[in-house]
T-cell receptor, first 115, second 114 residues
Framework: DAGVIQSPRHEVTEMGQEVTLRCKPI?????LFWYRQTMMRGLELLIY????????DSGMPEDRFSAKMPNASFSTLKIQPSEPRDSAVYFC?????????????FGPGTRLTVL | AQSVAQPEDQVNVAEGNPLTVKCTYS??????LFWYVQYPNRGLQFLLK??????LVKGSYGFEAEFNKSQTSFHLKKPSALVSDSALYFC????????????FGAGTRLFVKA
């Protein structure tokens, strides 16, 4: 298995532009998570999905952030408009369902820089 | 509410010596506890987890962790550190009755000196 795939790996954009981050979870995993990692705030859960349905989006910082999972093999995290404080590494992770004690499998991350 | 504390920003140890990375947690119900490791420019990798049963859990790369319910701790240990163990380590907790939301600690940077 290729693991969790994220694209792009690096994104540099200017303030005000729309940014779309993409994730392909491991096949067969029922849960998908989006995290943001910064030096100041550490690793923050933004949103997670179960069977393509958003379960908890309480970590989404503002209305500028949105996430979708149109099917079991694809999810997007969109920031519109982007701001310099959105600069961070964004991770996608997936996990098999059925039991809450299953570990998460993380993608390599997307390093976002907003100028 | 769930929370995790990693009291040390950095741990320094000489190669060949034992290492301990500390973690304490707080949950309202029974905890599921995890350790992950992150190497530079990589995603987090799962090391080990505690679900129930034996308080000493063994994981990948020779790591183990000890669950202590009375002290609400889940310290990561390794008998003999390697330079290649140098990385960022995260403790995480999930409440058994709290769905799939996992709370991660701030991370502890382990530096193993040759």
């Amino acid at each position: 298995d290729a693991g969790v795939i994220q694209s792009p790996r690096h994104e540099v954009t200017e303030m005000g532009q729309e940014v779309t981050l993409r994730c392909k979870p491991i096949s067969g995993h029922d849960y998908l998570f989006w995290y943001r990692q910064t030096m100041m705030r550490g690793l923050e859960l933004l949103i997670y999905f179960n069977n393509n349905v958003p379960i908890d989006d309480s970590g989404m910082p503002e209305d500028r952030f949105s996430a979708k999972m149109p099917n079991a093999s694809f999810s997007t995290l969109k920031i519109q408009p982007s701001e310099p404080r959105d600069s961070a590494v964004y991770f996608c992770a997936s996990s098999p369902g059925l039991a809450g004690y299953n570990e998460q499998f993380f993608g390599p991350g997307t390093r976002l820089t907003v100028l | 509410a769930q929370s995790v504390a990693q009291p040390e920003d950095q741990v320094n140890v000489a190669e060949g010596n034992p290492l301990t990375v500390k973690c304490t947690y707080s949950v309202s119900g029974n905890p599921y506890l995890f350790w992950y490791v992150q190497y530079p420019n990589r995603g987090l990798q799962f090391l080990l987890k505690y679900i129930t049963g034996d308080n000493l859990v063994k994981g990948s790369y020779g790591f183990e962790a000890e669950f202590n319910k009375s002290q609400t701790s889940f310290h990561l240990k390794k008998p003999s550190a390697l330079v290649s163990d140098s990385a960022l380590y995260f403790c995480a907790v999930r409440d058994e009755g709290g769905g799939f939301k996992t709370i991660f600690g701030a991370g502890t940077r382990l530096f193993v000196k040759a």
